[in-house]
């Protein structure tokens, strides 16, 4: 969806960063609001929505499906529903760009309307599995033709009535349970999903406060039941979008690396299904304060500061991993910088992101002079002990914007910065990235 030419940039330490930064809003809950207000009989306001590529190609196939969704101001949006049930056959191909998270919703909410529509995506995402949703949502009766190995390009045929479903998630993917959930607004019946391992919770949190009739019950095991009762009825929201604390850890670990930085970011959401990064640095030693902590829109948000620290190495428990899964990029740069052993395991998922970001990030942190191991299901890094890389390396950012941002943010600490050979993908999920590092810079 980006632009076909590369575009690439280098990051080295211009000093000190310092200043108080507000990041785009939360990409998560920006799809899912533009979902469900489509899905809502009036009008629906946002305000504060990312307007990035990847909630852009939300917005597009929306509208292809027969919302009415319209940009009223910065960040501020205006979208008529056609109800749940109203969804159009879309005439052309669903262009989902480089985003996983509007192709497997979607594939949720056609599977239970009487409409056939085609995905296609930019060549990451036509790597990426599909059969994690496709599997959960046959049991509806929906039809899947897929490219081999379930990729894209692929053509979902919704049945109506679908059948409600009971579904164990074998992965621990927000993905995976919200393409069941959406699947179960349009299904006669209750929907159940069956989550024993927590993720990122905002499908619920929203479909609540659309209206819908929703249940969550924790058993003995701390295994999540989540029932939706379909055929419901969502009525229009304003919903205020918080800061993506995802985002927001690329200039928080840019402050902790770099010598003499005191760096708040404002807004930021602060859901515990998303912050586990934040828990994992302060173990490391980060010194990060929290400030203003404020319901918006169903969630909790603070502003959070962050002062150069010496960190110091850690071992990630496995089950933080859901709940900073789009984070590890730019904490293993972290990691590569502070003092001793980082050991992470438990963290296949990685390999099935925009991009394989555990090979990834290995070799490109290779490449800037950090030591580390890539195993299996983790990395194992030694770090620097604060002293600045070697930099100097051109890295490829594979169509990954967390791969480019997090070595943007290893550029700020190293000898020789850093190039990246293509940052054009960081317009996915935050388009003012690079501005915001200069603005910090000065
Ligand atoms: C997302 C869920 C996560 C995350 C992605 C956004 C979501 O993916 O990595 O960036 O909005 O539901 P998985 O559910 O595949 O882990």
Redesign the pocket.
Same mark, same amino acid.
């Not at 993917?173 to 995976?176: D, E, F, K, L």
């Given at each position: 969806m980006h632009s076909a030419s590369p575009r690439p940039a280098s990051f080295a330490s211009h000093g000190p960063l310092r200043g108080s930064v507000k990041v785009p809003g939360d990409k998560?809950i920006s799809?899912r609001s533009l979902m469900l207000s489509a899905l809502a009989v009036g009008e629906s306001r946002v305000s504060g929505l990312l307007e990035g590529e990847d909630v852009l190609a939300t917005a597009a196939a929306m509208r292809a499906m027969g919302a009415t969704i319209e940009r009223t101001g910065e960040g501020e949006w205006r979208i008529h529903g056609v109800g749940v049930g109203g969804l159009l056959q879309p005439q052309n191909a669903l262009d989902m760009g480089n985003s996983? =998270?509007s192709t497997r919703l979607l594939m949720g909410l056609v599977a239970s309307h009487a409409i056939s529509a085609t995905f296609i995506g930019d060549a990451s995402l036509s790597k990426r599995p599909m059969g994690r949703v496709i599997e959960p949502l046959s049991l509806t009766g929906a039809e899947f033709n897929a490219s081999p190995g379930g990729r894209l390009p692929l053509m979902v045929r919704g049945i109506c009535p679908a059948v409600p479903v009971s579904y164990r998630l074998p992965v621990a993917?927000?993905?995976?349970k919200?393409a069941v959930l959406l699947a179960g607004l349009n299904t006669p019946g209750i929907t159940e999903v069956i989550e024993p391992v927590p =993720?990122?919770d905002h499908s619920e949190r929203m479909l609540a406060g659309f209206g819908t009739k929703l249940s969550i019950e924790t058993d003995a095991q701390g295994t999540r039941h989540i029932r939706l009762v379909g055929e419901a009825e969502l009525k229009p929201q304003t919903i205020e979008v918080p800061g993506d604390p995802s985002s927001a850890a690329f200039p928080i670990v840019a402050a902790l690396i770099t010598p003499g930085s005191e760096v708040t970011v404002t807004h930021v959401g602060m859901n515990p299904t998303r912050t586990g990064i934040y828990k994992m640095l302060e173990a490391m030693g980060a010194d990060l304060t929290y400030a203003n902590e404020r319901i918006v829109g169903g969630e909790p948000v603070a502003d959070i500061t962050a002062r150069h620290s010496a960190l110091k190495g850690i071992e990630v428990p496995p089950d933080v991993a859901p709940s900073m899964?789009?984070e590890f990029p730019v904490f293993f740069v972290a990691a590569s910088m502070a003092q001793g052993r980082t050991t992470t395991s438990g963290l296949d998922?990685l390999r099935v992101?925009e991009s394989d970001r555990l090979a990834l990030m290995a070799a490109g942190l290779k490449a800037i002079g950090a030591a580390v191991e890539e195993r299996a299901d983790g990395l194992v890094i030694d770090g620097s002990g604060g002293e600045p890389l070697e930099g100097g390396a051109t890295i490829a950012s594979a169509l990954d914007h967390r791969i480019a941002m997090s070595f943007a943010v290893a550029g700020q600490n190293c000898y020789n910065g850093v190039t990246v050979d293509d940052v054009s993908p960081i317009a996915t999920s935050f388009p003012t990235f690079e501005a915001m590092l200069a603005e910090l810079a000065q």
């Open positions: 998560s799809h996983g =998270t993917s927000a993905q995976v919200s =993720t990122r899964i789009d998922e992101k």
